[in-house]
Every structure is written in C-alpha cells, then in structure tokens.
C-alpha cells in the first residue's frame, strides 16, 4: 500500500514521446454500472477496402507495477480480483486498480494497444502492437449501448451522438467475428448467471438471471480475436510467454457422454479420442430448444476439461482457436500483467537470451500460480453467492415455484429456478416410491410406479428447508410437468442404461 502511494500520478513528458499518441482517438470504455477497474477501451473504424480497424487499447499495469517489486510480489500471490457481490478484493491496491491504471474516460492513459485489420470475413489480415498514450471519451455501459442498438433509444442516441455510429460499426464486426467463430467450431454454452441485487442495507432485494446483450458480445467478441492475436503473434517469435489453454475432453468423457445423448436420440460422430469442438457444437445446435437442451448441455459441460494457464502452447478446445492468452485484464489478472510485460521487453529490444532463461522460470510460475488461484477465487465466490441465496430463501419458506432438474445423484435432486437459486429434494423425502439412482443416464427410476426422474425435467417444488450456515437449500416436489420426457410412463431401466 505504501509503494502504490509512492506512485507516480502525471505522465512524464519522456513516456509520452516514446509511445504511440491516440489522445485524439475517439475510443470509449462500455463496462457493468458498477465497474470501477476499467482496464480495457476499444475503437473502430471502417476502411476505405470495406475492411474493419479495430482498436484494442489496455491498461499498462506494467508500467506501474514492476518485476520485483512489493506490489508485484503481492499481485502474484492474489493472482487475480475476487468478486463477491458486493465487494472486490482486489489484485492491485484500489489507487492503481480503480485509478492510476482504470481508463477512467477524460484521462490521460498509459495503454498497450492492439490494431487489427479485420475483413468481412471476419479475418485479421493484418495487426500492429504498440505501446500507447489514450484519452477515452466516453464511459458507457452494456445497458446503454445495448438499449441504442436493440431499442433504438432516442434519448440515449442524442446524448452519445458522437459514438452512434461507432456502436453500429461494432455490432456489425461483433457478429462477423461471432460467425467465423461459429464456422470454426468454437462452443457456447449459454447457461444463465446470476445477478445478485443488494439493497441499501446489505440485504438481498432479488435474484435475477444476468442479460448477455449485445454489447456484453461485442466486447467478449473483442476480446477473443485480440487474445488469439497476441498468442499466435508471440507463438511465432517463440518466446516464452502463458498461454489460456483448454484441452481435448478425455475419451471416456466423451464415451460416457456418447451414451448419455443416445438415450435421447442423438449421437457424437467421429472419433471420441480426438473429438472436434464442431461436433459437439454440432450436438448443442440440434438440441437448440429442446426440452432436453438443458440436461445435455449440463452434462456436456462436466465431460469438458477446466481451461488453464500454460507456458505450453496447446490451443484452447472450447474456442476451438489455435492460439489463445489471456492479454486484456491485467488490473484483475497475473497472467495478463506478465504477458504485457514480455510484449514491451519484446517492442524494445530487451529479449536476450539470458532475459528468456529467466523468462521460461517466470512464466512456468505464473502459470501455475494463476490457475490455482483461480480455483480458490471460484469457490469463493460461488460460496458467497450460495450464502446470498440461502439467506434469499430464508424469507420463502412454504412457498411454492417452477424449476428444472440441474443434477441427480444417489441421494437426491438438484432442482434450479428461473432465478439460479438451486435447491435439494432429498431422496429420503420421496415417499411415493422407492427411487433406484441410474447413474449412467443421469435419472432416478420408481420400482413401483417407473416413474423417471431427470435432467432437464421440470418440475414444481415448495421450499422446505433453509440452512444458511452451511448454504443448503432444501425442497419438496410437488407435481411434475406432464410433458416431461417418459415422466409417468412405464420404462423398465435397462432401457434407460
């Protein structure tokens, strides 16, 4: 905290001269309402060619936090920002993260800028990398930007008038990006987040499923193409450097999952060991509002492998991309931060040999580091998020909702509401029958009645039970829906194996 103080707020003027100056650059941030660490701004422009220029301009964390230093060796520690609802601990102490570095808009900015020229077909014919000065002009939000471009909103138009045609620009990128993705094979589950709504005293107002808009896909849609750039860019030079990687499913996954598809009617092609994204992609497509879309989807999920840092460069499976880092939030993570501090030793001529030897010890760490932390940062919030939402149905016992089986297990269901909120119905509580658990297709089977309990079922179910030290959630079914899929028909479970 004492060595962040110390830093140094004005830009000399020295900096400035020796990087690329687009203070007179209409870039702009869109970020959530509430986000204070703003690290990335974007700008666009149409070419004479009919070509797209994409900027990408990120925050220079490097510049302020050096190799070495306290907040360095405190950065490395943390790995990453976590996010708990209503409060962030921080990777960087709050002067660097949600001021010094933030691209905060009418400010002058140290950045690492990306330009890529992309064409219609959504490929980067052509890229530049350089160390930058910004001035941003505008700080939106996804709300803002999505009401302009879904709602036509008039009054948001008149008042970000300058930026109009911009965000058009962009979404028009967005969704050529978003086909050559498709086209590749890349796979997107669309499962819904949750938004916790805290009110003035702390205490939970409402749960309710996050929007993805479409200006939350255009920055994501940024993003990508800017990560996978800078990863093959650097894969070519040979340096070291951490890679995002996700790899192939293993084969008895994509066996058991296989199995799983075929008791709906559907099946994965080709051969399972060396699985291609485009065919699960292809499955995910099929099942596109399905009453089974849910249950597969879960289950194709859990088959995959967690993504990760490496300074091996393997591709990431899931974005079916060849190359891939993590370049775009280096205020919130390490791997980012490390990543710019190879690019500008590169820019500048400081690769020596001997600077790699040391490098190839650096990036190994870090990686290694990042993608345990991150574990630690997920359970961490899912706990608090868990916490949130048991306290929420705390005020709801006896009430009565609609929900869909998320997951069955030996001792019970697993049910979701339209809200996220998950709850148990215990086996033990199902007195109607005797339920025998089949774990190959994911379902419960009543001895006496056959009646099937699965993934994707919907149901209805009454609270029954709140435990909010140990964030469980209890329910009781109530009734099923009558079009569930073999739901009150007789199925002898060998069918279901």
Same mark, same amino acid.
């Given at each position: 905290l004492e060595e962040a103080d110390r830093v140094i707020v004005p830009i000399p003027e020295e900096e400035i001269k020796r990087r690329m100056d687009l203070r007179d650059l209409k870039t702009f941030t869109i970020d959530g309402e509430d986000a204070?660490?703003?690290?990335?701004?974007? *700008?666009? =422009?149409?070419?004479?060619?009919g070509n797209y220029k994409l900027g990408v301009h990120i925050a220079d964390v490097s510049h302020y936090v050096r190799e070495h230093s306290?907040?360095?060796?405190?950065?490395i520690k943390r790995a990453t920002s976590v996010y708990l609802v209503d409060k962030v601990i921080p990777m960087l102490p709050k002067q660097l993260s949600n001021g010094v570095c933030s691209l905060n808009p009418f400010e002058d900015k140290l950045t690492l800028s990306v330009f890529m020229e992309i064409n219609a077909d959504g490929k980067v014919i052509k890229y530049d990398i350089a160390e930058s000065i910004i001035n941003s002009k505008a700080r939106m939000t996804y709300t803002e930007v999505s009401d302009i471009l879904e709602k036509d909103d008039e009054k948001l138009k008149s008042t970000f008038s300058n930026l109009? =045609?911009? @965000?058009h620009n962009a979404e028009d990128l967005a969704r050529i990006l978003m086909k050559r993705r498709d086209r590749r094979g890349s796979i997107d589950f669309d499962f819904p987040e949750s938004k916790i709504i805290l009110n003035s005293e702390g205490k939970v107002a409402d749960i309710k499923s996050y929007e993805r808009r479409i200006s939350n896909r255009m920055i994501e849609e940024f993003m990508l193409v800017t990560n996978e750039t800078v990863a093959e860019h650097f894969f070519w030079l040979q340096t070291p450097f951490v890679y995002r990687i996700h790899e192939i499913p293993a084969a =008895?996954?994509?066996?058991?999952?296989?199995?799983? $598809?075929?008791?709906? %009617?559907?099946?994965?092609? %080709?051969? +399972?060991?060396?699985?291609?994204?485009?065919? $699960? /992609?292809r499955v995910l497509k099929l099942i596109k509002g399905t009453p089974e879309e849910e249950s597969i989807s879960t289950i194709m999920l859990r088959s995959m492998r967690q993504a990760r840092y490496a300074p091996q460069c393997v591709g990431h499976f899931g974005l079916a991309a060849q190359y891939?880092?993590? @370049?775009? *939030?280096?205020?919130r993570r390490y791997p980012d931060l490390q990543i710019h501090r190879i690019i500008k030793e590169q820019l500048n001529g400081k690769l020596t040999p001997k600077r790699s030897e040391q490098l190839a010890n650096i990036v190994e760490y870090a990686s290694n580091q990042s993608s345990e932390q991150e574990r630690e940062a997920e359970l961490a919030e899912r706990d608090v998020h868990d916490y949130y939402k048991a306290v929420y149905m705390a005020d709801r016992i006896g009430q009565e909702f609609d929900g869909t089986i998320s997951s069955v297990t030996s001792f019970g269901m697993f049910v979701e509401l339209e809200n996220t909120v998950e709850g148990l119905i215990r086996m033990v509580d199902m007195t109607d029958d005797y339920y025998n658990y089949i774990e190959s297709s994911y379902s419960l089977v009543g001895e006496r009645t056959k009646?099937? @309990?699965? $993934? %994707?079922? /919907?149901?209805?179910?009454k609270v029954s039970k709140v435990n909010v030290d140990f964030r469980e959630i209890d329910f009781e079914l109530v009734s099923v829906k009558e079009d569930n899929? +073999?739901?009150?028909?007789?199925?002898?479970?060998d069918t279901l194996k």
């Open positions: 204070k660490d703003l690290d990335d701004a974007v *700008s666009i =422009e149409v070419l004479k060619n306290k907040l360095d060796k405190e950065a109009v =045609e911009e @965000f =008895e996954k994509m066996e058991n999952l296989s199995k799983f $598809i075929a008791t709906f %009617g559907y099946s994965l092609k %080709g051969d +399972l060991e060396q699985i291609h994204p485009k065919e $699960i /992609q891939y880092c993590h @370049f775009t *939030s280096p205020i009646r099937v @309990f699965r $993934i %994707g079922d /919907q149901v209805r179910i899929r +073999l739901v009150n028909k007789a199925v002898d479970e």
